[in-house]
């Protein structure tokens, strides 16, 4: 999986970290630089070496630097975040999401945007990172199954089970249910509206 960069600018510290955490539970493979000064911000995205810009657009700051923002704006990759009413902008912005969404809608924007990623182009639906095998075992645990479930479903020993899932977050580098089932989404293993609560 690529390295896919993220630059996050509010000045509320729990809208960067709460942004930053949604961010690390998708990919295990990124970089996301936080920032709460409006000048570094501008300084850092108009070198154009970040894939995706989450702006809070709420802010004051923001609002009053529309002509800097619209340069940004038209490389098509910055995603909106706004706090119950969205401040009209002239300027394009790949999506806009209420920060009181709640978290499936939050997920499904996201995936929208995200998910291209990575997202394989075949008809299989496996990515690179694992075997056809271990693909089959990831999308059994991103529906819910257990480790006994998915064995008998899948004519395999529980060890054997273990076994794949343990290469599965070793090759992957995610350790949780939630991020495995996230990545399985983005990677068209699964559907979203067939998950369980993530």
């Known amino acids: 999986m690529q390295n896919t960069s993220f630059v996050i600018?509010?000045?509320?510290y729990i809208i960067r970290k709460g942004l930053a955490a949604i961010i690390e539970k998708i990919?295990?493979?990124?970089?996301?630089?936080?920032?709460e000064n409006t000048s570094e911000f501008f300084e850092l995205i108009q070198k154009n070496e970040t894939d995706f810009i989450l702006l809070?657009?709420?802010?004051?700051?923001?609002?009053?630097?529309?002509?800097?923002?619209?340069?940004?704006?038209?490389?098509?990759?910055?995603?909106?975040?706004?706090?119950?009413?969205?401040?009209?902008?002239?300027?394009?912005?790949?999506?806009?999401?209420d920060i009181n969404y709640p978290q499936n809608k939050v997920f499904k924007k996201l995936n929208k945007i995200f998910g291209k990623i990575n997202a394989p182009d075949d008809g299989q639906n496996i990515p690179d990172e694992i075997s056809k095998r271990e693909a089959d075992i990831l999308r059994y645990i991103a529906l819910g199954y257990s480790n006994k479930e998915i064995a008998d479903k899948l004519f395999l020993s529980t060890h054997t089970v273990v076994t794949h899932r343990k290469n599965?977050?070793?090759?992957?580098?995610?350790?949780?249910?939630?991020?495995?089932?996230?990545?399985?989404?983005?990677?068209?293993?699964?559907?979203?509206n067939d998950t369980p609560q993530i």
């Open 168 to 192: 599965i977050t070793r090759k992957l580098g995610i350790k949780t249910v939630s991020g495995l089932t996230i990545y399985a989404i983005l990677n068209k293993l699964i559907d979203i």
């Open 9 to 12: 600018y509010s000045p509320s």
């Open 56 to 97: 809070d657009i709420n802010c004051p700051q923001i609002q009053k630097s529309i002509t800097k923002l619209k340069t940004v704006s038209e490389t098509n990759r910055i995603v909106a975040f706004y706090f119950q009413h969205k401040p009209k902008f002239d300027i394009h912005f790949i999506e806009s999401i």
């Open 27 to 35: 990919y295990s493979n990124n970089t996301i630089q936080q920032i």
